[in-house]
């Protein structure tokens, strides 16, 4: 009987990685996190697999060996359909980091990070101004409407947009214009899925939480760095100076908030970054222009510009070559893009040393490696 049982049991079509799992495949998962369903794990005929008897007892599966000895049928043990880096009672186990769900040699199992792991700012949840208020989006779905008078952050949550912000665009927008409420990380560079704004702020770091603060729609951000290594692989520095026709005060102002804007940035490998979007810089009238651009951030633009390129990048858009380093039509923090060629991230550090107009500005490039 046993000999027929396991000849029938050998064209049993073995049950899919997919109906076992309590997460969705190509999710992020963490140590101690649950990925197995064991209630849907399928029960076999006890005379096909009696050793699976020993295996409930190794597990202290005692409810599972007693059901097994009276019904003749028992589940099939986990560690049987699962893969690595997952325990015997369903949890992902023995790695380090935000880990990946995946289907592996037609078993569940779960991949430890990469060195580096890292995806891109995008909007989630967006306010659409309507004839009487405003309704709630997310991902092309209307979840929720708000009359004009109730608009608060009370009735429309965002860490992202304040309270009085969200009236004046409402105040100054047309009907179907649209505001960006929350976000998620999409487009990773490892293939897992999307991250929803809940799990990014329950499951990932606070520095990630902070740092999608600070930086636009379409930002790269990094959830896990694994770098053993870090090497100054480029320099720059400058001096603010002194400029009569100018307000050197001001021109400070903004030298220090082009540091403020840059200070930080990690732009990951083959990939695109910009400063900060959360900085703001003052105009300074030049009569040359008849206009207020940004005096004061080429300084530190320039400081910049040596480092980014000395570490292998090219020159960085919004940027130029000469003494006049910054674009004058582009915000000099969020409109500037640097591009990362080589096969490693960057981290931007940038500092001030002294005030006024002698104070010293200095840059270097970051590379992050194994």
Request: charged share 15%.
């Amino acid at each position: 009987m046993f000999s027929i049982a396991k000849t029938v049991d050998a064209y049993v079509p073995a049950q899919s990685p997919t109906e076992i799992s309590s997460l969705n495949v190509g999710d992020t998962v963490y140590n101690g996190d649950l990925v197995v369903s064991s209630s849907k794990i399928r029960k076999v005929p006890l005379i096909y697999h009696p050793e699976y008897l020993i295996e409930d007892l190794k597990d202290n599966q005692y409810t599972d060996f007693i059901t097994a000895i009276a019904t003749g049928s028992v589940q099939t043990p986990i560690d049987a359909i699962t893969g690595r880096n997952i325990s015997r009672s369903g949890y992902a186990t023995g790695f380090n980091g935000p880990g990946m769900l995946v289907i592996n040699n037609g078993k569940l199992d779960v991949t430890p990070p990469g060195t580096f792991v890292w995806g891109f700012k995008t909007p989630y949840t967006t306010a659409v101004k309507t004839a009487k208020g405003i309704n709630i989006v997310t991902q092309n779905k209307t979840v929720k409407n708000v009359s004009a008078a109730d608009i608060s952050n009370s009735t429309v949550p965002s860490i992202y947009v304040t309270d009085s912000a969200l009236k004046q665009w409402y105040n100054d927008s047309d009907i179907g214009d649209s505001i960006t409420l929350d976000y998620s990380l999409t487009s990773f560079n490892d293939g897992r899925n999307s991250i929803t704004p809940n799990q990014i702020k329950t499951e990932l770091s606070n520095y990630t939480n902070e740092y999608m603060l600070e930086y636009p729609s379409g930002a790269p951000v990094m959830i896990y760095n694994g770098a053993t290594n870090q090497n100054v692989v480029g320099t720059g520095n400058s001096v603010l100076g002194y400029y009569a026709q100018y307000n050197n005060v001001l021109r400070e102002e903004n030298a220090r908030t082009f540091v403020k804007g840059w200070n930080n940035t990690v732009i990951p490998p083959h990939t695109w970054a910009t400063g900060k979007d959360d900085v703001t810089f003052t105009g300074v009238y030049d009569a040359s222009v008849g206009g207020y651009p940004s005096h004061g951030a080429c300084p530190p633009g320039r400081a910049l510009r040596a480092a980014v390129m000395a570490a292998g990048c090219p020159l960085p858009s919004g940027m130029s070559s000469g003494f006049l380093s910054v674009t004058i039509s582009v915000n000099p923090s969020s409109g500037i893009k640097v591009y990362n060629p080589t096969d490693y991230p960057l981290k931007i550090v940038i500092w001030t040393v002294g005030s006024g107009t002698t104070m010293q500005i200095f840059a270097k490039a970051i590379q992050y490696t194994p």
